[in-house]
C-alpha cells in the first residue's frame, strides 16, 4: 500500500510503501492479531519459511484456523526490495504512527492480539501510547517501551561498526551477537572447541557464519535504519497508563539487550495503575535470542495467555 503525506517526528514528510502479509481467514472474518516483527524478521511470520512458523500457524498457539494473522514489514528493511535513502530520520514513533495508518487504510480500527519481540515489541509500546485502545491484549516479548542507556551504548559501537569501510555489516553483526547471546551460553555450546579442518574456534566459525548472513539479507542502509530504531524507543510512560488492553509481559531472565529487571520495573509502574498486566519469564542460558529459541516455553506461556483469553 502506499501512504501519502505521512509526518514524520522529524518534521519530514514523505510517502511511504508499506508491505505486509496476512496469514489464515480473510480479514474482518476472524479476530485479527497483528504481530510486529524484530529486527532480523520481516512480514513472513508463518508458512514453510517463517521465521516464527513454531508459533504461528494451522493448529499453532497463534492458530490460523481461528485469527487472522496480519505483519507489516518495516519500511526499508529491505525484505520487500524498498529501501528508504533517508534511514537515519526515522523514530520507532514514525513506524508506530505508520502501522496505524497502515491498519486504517485496511479498516481494522480494532485488534484482538498485538504482539512483538525485541524491536517489534517496543513498535507496539509506541503503537499503544498513541491508540490505548487499539487492541484487546498486548503482548510485548524481550523489549521495553524507551531505549535505555545500556541499549544506546550497544547501538553506538553497532553504528560505529558500521561507519567501518571494510565488511561493516560483518563487524556490526559479530557484536550484536555478543549481545544476544550470554557467556554461558557460547561457552555451554562450543566449549573451547577447534575446527582442525578450518584452522579456527569454532565459536569464531559461528560468529563468521552469521556475520556473512546478514550480509547477504540486509543492505547496509537497512542495516542502519534497525539500529537507528533501536536507538530512538521513547513511549510517553504517562501514556502507557491510559492503555485498555490486557497486557502480557514476556522477559528473558539472562537477556543482555532488553534485561528482565528493565520489564519488570515497567511491569511494576503500569501494575500500581492497572489491575490487568502480568509478568511471565523464560528462564535460558541464552539471553536475548531465547525467544526465538525456547519454543517450549514461549508455546506453553503464550498457550496459558491465550486459553485465558
Same mark, same amino acid.
Given at each position: ?24 481467514? *480473510? ?47 518495516? *519500511? ?91 565488511? *561493516? ?42 556475520g556473512k548472513l546478514l550480509s547477504e539479507r ?18 510517553? *510512560? ?72
Open positions: 500500500m502506499k501512504l501519502k503525506n505521512q509526518h514524520l517526528v522529524s518534521g519530514k514528510i514523505l510517502d511511504i510503501d508499506l508491505s505486509y502479509q496476512i496469514f489464515g481467514p *480473510p480479514l474482518h472474518s476472524a479476530p485479527i492479531i497483528l504481530v510486529n516483527h524484530a529486527l532480523t524478521g520481516n512480514s513472513e511470520v508463518a508458512g514453510e519459511n517463517g521465521w516464527w512458523n513454531s508459533l504461528i500457524g494451522d493448529d499453532k498457539i497463534i492458530d490460523t484456523k481461528i485469527y487472522s494473522a496480519i505483519c507489516f514489514n518495516i *519500511p526499508g528493511n529491505g525484505f520487500d526490495g524498498n529501501l528508504i535513502a533517508e534511514e537515519n530520520v526515522f523514530t520507532t514513533k514514525d513506524i508506530a504512527n505508520i502501522f496505524l495508518k497502515g491498519l486504517e487504510f485496511l479498516n481494522i480500527p480494532k485488534l484482538y492480539t498485538l504482539i512483538g519481540g525485541s524491536i517489534g515489541g517496543a513498535i507496539g509500546w509506541e503503537m499503544i501510547a498513541i491508540k490505548s485502545d487499539l487492541t484487546d491484549h498486548f503482548i510485548p516479548i524481550a523489549c521495553d517501551y524507551k531505549t535505555s542507556d545500556w541499549l544506546h551504548a550497544q547501538c553506538l559501537v553497532q553504528q560505529f561498526l558500521l561507519d567501518q569501510k571494510e565488511e *561493516p555489516l560483518q563487524k556490526a553483526r559479530l557484536h550484536a551477537m555478543l549481545c544476544y547471546r550470554t557467556p554461558e551460553s557460547l561457552n555451554h555450546r562450543f566449549k573451547n572447541e577447534f575446527d582442525t579442518e578450518k584452522q579456527i574456534l569454532k565459536s569464531h566459525d559461528w560468529l563468521n557464519f552469521h540486509f543492505s547496509l542502509s537497512s542495516y542502519r535504519l534497525m539500529n537507528n530504531l533501536l536507538m530512538s524507543i521513547n513511549a510517553a *510512560p504517562e501514556k502507557l497508563k491510559n492503555i485498555k488492553a490486557n497486557i502480557h509481559f514476556i522477559a528473558v531472565d539472562s537477556d543482555l539487550f532488553f534485561p528482565a529487571f528493565e520489564m519488570k520495573n515497567c511491569y511494576q509502574f503500569l501494575k500500581s495503575n492497572k489491575q490487568n498486566v502480568f509478568y511471565h519469564e523464560i528462564k535460558s542460558i541464552h539471553g536475548h535470542d531465547a525467544f526465538l529459541m525456547e519454543y517450549d516455553q514461549l508455546n506453553y506461556l503464550l498457550n496459558n495467555i491465550f486459553n485465558e483469553k
